[in-house]
């Protein structure tokens, strides 16, 4: 049985090739979600 590795923790979108390169299976970037602007989208509806 083979043993993923993840990295995460300190992650920007800038990182990710260098990281990628070091062999991990899966990196998390919580750059996009925590770092997004809102977006208003909003449906009305008429009766």
């Known amino acids: ?3 993923l590795v993840e ?3 300190n ?3 800038s990182r990710i090739k260098d ?4 062999g991990v ?3 998390s970037v919580g ?3 925590h770092s ?3 977006f208003d989208f909003s449906l009305r509806k008429e009766k």
């Open 36 to 38: 997004v602007k809102a």
């Open 25 to 27: 299976d899966f990196i």
């Open 11 to 13: 992650m920007t979108l």
């Open 19 to 22: 990281v990628a390169e070091t």
């Open 7 to 9: 990295a995460s923790g």
């Open 31 to 33: 750059e996009l979600t």
């Open 1 to 3: 049985k083979q043993t």
